[in-house]
């Protein structure tokens, strides 16, 4: 069975690289039938952030990536990671490390000197002597000197290192007794039955220390994917403010989680020239073998025009209900629900902005623009507006936009004008401005009444 997990540490909010990371696993797992497990990886305690761990939770539900099993803690397995420890050391694969600061220092200092890699020289590997008095050592595993360390990577290929140019006994718990990051990792991938590890590739050179672990222990191997990172588009590591920040801050932007997780898919990873993947879609077609050896770029007027089309597809009740839980403005009520967002999501590319846009429409104007005013108002402009409320008030039947537009028509027709002679006053005394959609949406959304009563208003101002 396909077991996947992410691992995030809570030192800081969930950003959309470890978003991507954990969608993949999830796909991946899901697609084999298999479980996506989460795992908080917090064993810095002087770093970690319980709201930051919280916001992880939070960011996984917003998205809709359900996780399977209880989530697991590292802090609470501070007796699973010394009960290894003990048995590295019993079996002479670790050891006691005694090496003071002074020492330390002096070390690199020699081989800086030297123009020599700085690294630990192993000088307590096999140390059987008296202890020095006043350290608390550190825990080094016994990792190999000489050969070479190969990764069959899903994504990568074959990837090779030589075991003299990136290993040296490395720290698996630290002087106060602490575990340390590669050694914790390796250990609860292999309890927590992890088949395949899918992250980003700056986790790359970490790998080889892994195996060191894994190997010690006599744990079977996952098989590795390393994705290649996000980057801007002048090539470089993704910062905020290309779009490197917290998940949830593209909820407060307005972005909706089918098309956050349509564009994160998309960084690295194709099928043909297909641009909307539903998640099902996703499901059946995803495999990390075939995501991109390159770093794919962030692209934000992608998202931009996935997320319009996430809008204009959704329905008009689950808008509805987004509006209301997320920005407060309540459309449940109005008669003219449907005629309303049909109209606005056309014209959206966020939540946020069609949040913006619906008071325009339903709340009366309190000021004119004096660019769009003076455009507009000119010639016959009051006169042909003043003709219109007639004939809006003899009317009947005025429910849909087609009525209203009939309406338009037939006075174009009779004052033999242009339909641009009635449209822009109209669209002025209705909004205020030039922007908007159509006009006979707009006076069916706000319905005959309040239409004369905004006219009215426009001619009574800008006479």
């Not at 080889?208 to 006599?218: E, N, S, T």
């Not at 098309?259 to 043909?272: E, H, K, P, T």
């Not at 325009?360 to 004096?370: F, L, N, Q, S, W």
Request: aromatic share 8%; charged share 25%.
């Amino acid at each position: 069975m396909v077991v996947t997990r992410f691992a995030p540490s809570p030192t800081g909010y969930l950003h959309i690289g470890g978003l991507r990371t954990a969608l993949l696993s999830y796909l991946w797992a899901r697609r084999n039938g298999g479980k996506f497990l989460l795992r908080i990886e917090d064993t810095d305690k002087s770093r970690n952030s319980e709201e930051a761990a919280l916001a992880i939770v939070e960011a996984f539900k917003w998205v809709g990536l359900e996780h399977d099993d209880a989530i697991v803690y590292q802090s609470a397995r501070d007796g699973v990671y010394a009960k290894y420890i003990l048995q590295l050391l019993d079996e002479g694969k670790a050891y006691k490390c005694y090496m003071s600061k002074d020492e330390l220092t002096e070390l690199r200092e020699t081989q800086m000197a030297n123009k020599e890699r700085t690294r630990y020289d192993g000088r307590y590997r096999d140390f059987d002597g008296t202890p020095p008095e006043g350290i608390d050592p550190v825990i080094r595993i016994k990792a190999p000197k000489t050969g070479e360390i190969v990764i069959d990577d899903g994504i990568k290929g074959r990837v090779s290192f030589q075991a003299e140019d990136i290993l040296d006994d490395f720290i698996i718990a630290r002087g106060d007794g602490s575990p340390t990051y590669n050694f914790v990792v390796a250990i609860d991938d292999a309890l927590m039955g992890v088949t395949e590890v899918i992250r980003g590739d700056d986790h790359l050179s970490n790998t080889p220390k892994q195996m060191v672990v894994y190997r010690a222990l006599g744990f079977d191997l996952p098989k590795f994917y390393h994705v290649p990172m996000i980057h801007n588009a002048d090539g470089k590591k993704l910062s905020k403010r290309d779009g490197a920040t917290d998940v949830m801050a593209y909820k407060e932007m307005g972005y909706l989680p089918e098309a956050l997780l349509n564009f994160l898919v998309r960084l690295g990873w194709s099928n043909g020239d297909q641009e909307i993947f539903s998640l099902d879609e996703m499901l059946t077609l995803f495999d990390p073998s075939s995501i991109n050896k390159s770093a794919s770029i962030y692209n934000i007027d992608k998202l931009d025009w996935l997320n319009a089309h996430y809008i204009k597809n959704s329905t008009n009740t689950a808008l509805a209900t987004l509006l209301h839980e997320s920005y407060g403005v309540n459309v449940h009520g109005h008669d003219q629900k449907e005629i309303l967002l049909d109209a606005l999501k056309e014209r959206a590319k966020n939540m946020k902005e069609l949040a913006e846009l619906i008071p325009g429409i339903i709340e009366a104007p309190t000021e004119y623009d004096e660019k769009a005013v003076k455009k507009a108002f000119k010639d016959d402009a009051i006169a042909v507006l003043e003709a219109f409320v007639t004939k809006l008030e003899s009317a009947e039947l005025l429910h849909l936009p087609t009525d209203y537009h009939h309406q338009m028509e037939a006075l174009v027709s009779e004052m033999e004008i242009g339909f641009g002679k009635i449209g822009m006053p109209l669209r002025v005394a209705l909004l205020g401005s030039m922007g908007g959609p159509g006009m006979d949406s707009v006076m069916a959304i706000i319905g005959k009444d309040e239409t004369i009563a905004r006219i009215k208003k426009a001619v009574e101002t800008l006479s």
